[in-house]
Nanobody
Framework: QVQLVESGGGLVQPGGSLRLSCEAS????????MGWYRQSPGKERELVAA???????MYADSVKGRFTISRDSDKNTVYLQMSSLKSEDTAVYYC????????WGQGTQVTVSS
């Protein structure tokens, strides 16, 4: 079992920045990929960014150049640095881990509004 706890969401103005954190606990030694997904009302959950154990990253086209995913293996934590935020980034952001079973965090709300 893997437990994921997200933090760092909140309200930010357009153009602002936020950093999300996701700490994994439990059986973490064999986690292959960690990532961030988001879901806004009426839409399906979508991939935002992911990072493999080897450090390979992938991003949704809509966030390339604005978001950066990183991983601290010693802390079993993955981060999502979000910059130049737009109103369309408003969503609940979920952390996901695979080993290869899939685990989800509880989600953290990000609201971009003036």
């Amino acid at each position: 079992q893997v437990q994921l706890v997200e933090s760092g969401g909140g309200l930010v103005q357009p153009g602002g920045s936020l950093r999300l954190s996701c700490e994994a606990s439990g059986i973490v030694f064999n986690i292959v990929t960690m990532g961030w997904y988001r879901q806004s009302p009426g839409k399906e959950r979508e991939l935002v960014a992911a990072i493999t154990r080897g450090g390979t990253t992938m991003y949704a086209d809509s966030v390339k150049g604005r978001f950066t995913i990183s991983r601290d293996s010693d802390k079993n934590t993955v981060y999502l640095q979000m910059s130049s935020l737009k109103s369309e980034d408003t969503a609940v952001y979920y952390c996901r881990a695979s080993n290869p079973f899939i685990y989800w965090g509880q989600g953290t709300q990000v609201t971009v509004s003036s």
